[in-house]
């Protein structure tokens, strides 16, 4: 099982940016980055291969949110910019055996390891 940690959630007021990091303990395949916020349910927000080659983001944030990945590091990353209040939520990195975004890589079900969260807070 592989452990991941994440960092980078904070408060920022709206039209500003934050990045989230990911760190992993041990080797992954893709990576994902899903959100809850209260009384919702968890939603998909960015996905990354294991090459970085292919990405993949829920239409509410592309433009404005970049995932990426330093293998070297371990460590997946989700560049915020231009945030809403609609962004505030919990922020969950996962990661799946599969190297590739083929299937259904949008879907928590598809993913068998999860950190903790880390809570962004976007201010009107």
């Known amino acids: 099982q592989v452990q991941l940690v994440e960092t980078g959630g904070g408060l920022v007021q709206a039209g500003g940016s934050l990045r989230l990091s990911c760190a992993a303990s041990g080797r992954t395949g893709s990576m994902g980055w899903f959100r809850q916020a209260p009384g919702k349910e968890r939603e998909f927000v960015a996905a990354?291969?294991?090459?970085?080659?292919?990405?993949g983001y829920a239409d509410s944030v592309k433009g404005r949110f970049t995932i990426s990945r330093d293998n070297a590091k371990s460590t997946v990353f989700l560049q915020m910019n231009s945030l809403k209040a609609e962004d505030t939520a919990v922020y969950y990195c996962a990661a799946r055996a599969s190297r590739s975004l083929f299937g259904n890589y949008y879907s928590d079900s598809n993913y068998g390891d999860w950190g903790q969260g880390t809570q962004v807070t976007v201010s009107s």
């Open positions: 990354i291969s294991w090459s970085g080659g292919s990405t």
